[in-house]
Structure formats: structure tokens, C-alpha cells
């Protein structure tokens, strides 16, 4: 079975019977296989969230994203965060050393969220479609933020026409 699938069997079917004996069992078991963890890190956290069981998971995912700040942003699971989880994060991280990878993968999410509101192409995006992507993060950033990620973006396409 693999981590993923497992990870998502045990959240969603068997919280109401998960004992200690077998929660260490699952997380010794998990935790052999850090990257895998990693990449999956949303569902993890959403785990470790639910289940005081898991407080190895818990420790784990606190040292990760101590020592990654960014770690979620390159977990394969990213587009699946929940909002309210995804503001907390970017809370947190709003002043890091990278902000086109963190916004270019916001727009992955909002993207995901958007229940086909918004073309995969931000190219072809219109106002209104702006509008819908910043919705979610308007408490977040700032206006200096946007103009700072507008001003990479169009310095970039200016550079790849010459």
C-alpha cells in the first residue's frame, strides 16, 4: 500500500479506533520513509492536526518545517491545503527570502480551488479572474507584495521577447 493511500485509509476511517500501540507502530513505520512524508506533507500535517496519537508525526512536522520554512510549498499535496491552514502558513512566511516560488504555487492553489474560475494560463487571466485568485489572500499581503510579484513577472516576459 502506498504512504499516500494509507495516510488517507487511516484519516478517514479508523480515528475512532487507532490505540498507542498501534499509532507508534505507524509512525516508526512513516517516519522510515522521511521524503515520502515530505512530499506529502499537507495530508501529514492535516494528520497530525486530527490525531494527539500521532505525536511523533507532530514533532516530526515541527522540526521539518522549523528547518524548511518553505517545506510545504514544495510538498506534492500542496494544492490540496485548506485556506484556513494555507493563511496560517503564509503568515508565517510572508517576509521569506523567496517570494515568486511561495507565489507561484499559490497561484497553483488558487488555481485548484477556483472550480475551473480560472484558466491554468495566468497569461489569459482577466480582471475579474485577478480579482477571484486574490480574494483569499487579500488580509495577507500587502499592496507593495503584489507590484513587487507584477514587477518580476513583466521583467521577466520583457526579457524573454528581447
Given at each position: 500500500m502506498s504512504t499516500n493511500r494509507l495516510l488517507n485509509?487511516?484519516?478517514?476511517?479508523?480515528?475512532?479506533?487507532?490505540?498507542?500501540?498501534?499509532?507508534?507502530?505507524?509512525e516508526d513505520e512513516l517516519?522510515?520513509?522521511?521524503?515520502?512524508?515530505?512530499k506529502n506533507f499537507v495530508l501529514i500535517q492535516n494528520i497530525a492536526d486530527q490525531f494527539i496519537q500521532?505525536?511523533?508525526l507532530v514533532r516530526f512536522c515541527k522540526l521539518?518545517?522549523?528547518?524548511?520554512?518553505?517545506?510545504?510549498?514544495?510538498?506534492?499535496d500542496f494544492t490540496t491545503i485548506k485556506q484556513d491552514m494555507l493563511l496560517?502558513?503564509?503568515?508565517?512566511?510572508?517576509?521569506?527570502?523567496?517570494?515568486?516560488?511561495?507565489?507561484?504555487r499559490l497561484m497553483e492553489w488558487s488555481i485548484a480551488q477556483s472550480d475551473d474560475?480560472?484558466?491554468?494560463?495566468?497569461?489569459?487571466?482577466?480582471?475579474?479572474?485577478i480579482l477571484i485568485f486574490k480574494e483569499p489572500l487579500k488580509n495577507i499581503f500587502d499592496v507593495d507584495f503584489y507590484i513587487q510579484i507584477i514587477e518580476y513577472y513583466s521583467f521577466n516576459a520583457s526579457q524573454k521577447r528581447t
Open positions: 485509509t487511516l484519516y478517514n476511517e479508523y480515528n475512532d479506533i487507532l490505540d498507542t500501540d498501534l499509532c507508534n507502530y505507524i517516519l522510515d520513509n522521511k521524503g515520502s512524508l515530505k500521532f505525536g511523533k521539518a518545517i522549523r528547518n524548511d520554512p518553505l517545506l510545504i510549498f514544495k510538498a506534492d496560517d502558513v503564509l503568515k508565517k512566511t510572508k517576509d521569506s527570502e523567496r517570494p515568486i516560488k511561495v507565489w507561484d474560475r480560472l484558466p491554468t494560463d495566468i497569461k489569459k487571466w482577466t480582471n475579474n479572474e
